[in-house]
């Protein structure tokens, strides 16, 4: 039978966890995703035989939404990372200049004129991202260089960056991947200021090359190596389908969680939902799926709080 729609109360001021399992009760349009969401992500993390691969575009870097990037990561429960050039731009900037709260209406003309870039409703000056990028990326690659360095795969050029931000940068997501040892898989590697600084040393440095296929066998061997394969995938792009494309040649994920504000109408990727990847393959007809139409920069820290306070939980228990 199905169960009632319950309302909502808050007076209690209930915990992150007490307040999604009541929007899951309440049984209404996105709560109901979220709840179901949560249920999906702490089943995912809290199973050791599960490899988890976290999937997200570069403009939730931007924003206050990177330090629960982090945050996943540093819980351990991460097995890789799959994310575009601008991740490695925006987390290397802000890890030494920072960005400033905008609007959506802001005179974009206007923000020209001044050297700031708009990003949504976030401003980045420009000496606080494309400067700040070169003069980091130059004297990192001039040393790789020195070092020997010939070819360069995309996590191994992730993890240096990584080494090199202050090791008290605690909301960089390179510098969480590189202290727990995650790679971070970028598969459009030029298409980002990092990605310029790299065309811009080849200038002079001709031996250099990108070694992308090393980064495929990578992924490869954490793919076929897994008992179980789940993926919490936030927004689309190419991030998103590198991680569903190789999942098809294990037959498919065996649970997935989409965070999205894209449609499938227009038959992109980024809108495609989760039964649509069954057709190819990439997910397992059984797969547990769960899609949740939203922003990220809302649902993300609300959903990921939760279920890290629900496997925090049975700890705190023992304890007890």
């Not at 040649?249 to 495609?272: M, P, Q």
Request: hydrophobic residues 45%.
């Amino acid at each position: 039978m199905p169960r009632r729609v319950e309302d909502l109360g808050l007076g209690d001021r209930p915990s992150l966890d007490t307040l999604v399992r009541r929007l899951g009760a309440g049984g209404g349009f996105t709560a109901k995703g979220v709840a179901d969401g949560v249920d999906l992500l702490t089943e995912m993390l809290g199973d050791p035989g599960t490899t988890v691969f976290l999937s997200f575009p570069a403009d939730l870097v931007a924003t206050g939404t990177r330090g629960v990037l982090a945050t996943l990561v540093r819980t351990g429960r991460i097995a890789a990372v799959l994310t575009t050039c601008g991740t490695l731009d925006h987390d290397l900037a802000r890890a030494f200049r920072p960005y400033l709260h905008g609007r959506w209406d802001l005179d974009d003309r206007e923000l020209h004129r001044r050297h700031l870039h708009r990003l949504g409703n976030v401003v980045i000056p420009e000496r606080n991202y494309g400067a700040i990028v070169e003069r980091k990326m130059q004297p990192l690659l001039r040393r790789l260089w020195a070092g020997g360095t010939r070819a360069i795969s995309s996590r191994a050029l992730a993890r240096e960056i990584g080494a090199s931000l202050p090791a008290d940068a605690g909301s960089s997501v390179l510098r969480a991947a590189y202290d727990c040892d995650v790679p971070v898989f970028v598969p459009g590697l030029t298409d980002g200021a990092v990605g310029s600084q790299l065309w811009l040393f080849w200038q002079d440095h001709r031996g250099l090359s990108l070694d992308l296929l090393s980064d495929e066998q990578a992924l490869a061997d954490l793919v076929f190596g897994a008992r179980r394969a789940g993926a919490i995938i936030v927004g689309g792009g190419i991030s998103k389908h590198h991680t569903i494309w190789w999942n098809q040649f294990r037959n498919g994920l065996d649970a997935v969680l989409y965070v999205t504000t894209a449609v499938e109408w227009d038959g992109s990727l980024s809108g495609a939902r989760p039964r649509e990847a069954v057709s190819w393959g990439k997910l397992k007809p059984s797969a547990r799926q769960v899609v949740v139409d939203g922003d990220a920069t809302v649902l993300l820290p609300l959903m990921v709080g939760a279920a890290l306070e629900r496997l925090a939980a049975p700890a705190r228990r023992r304890r007890g």
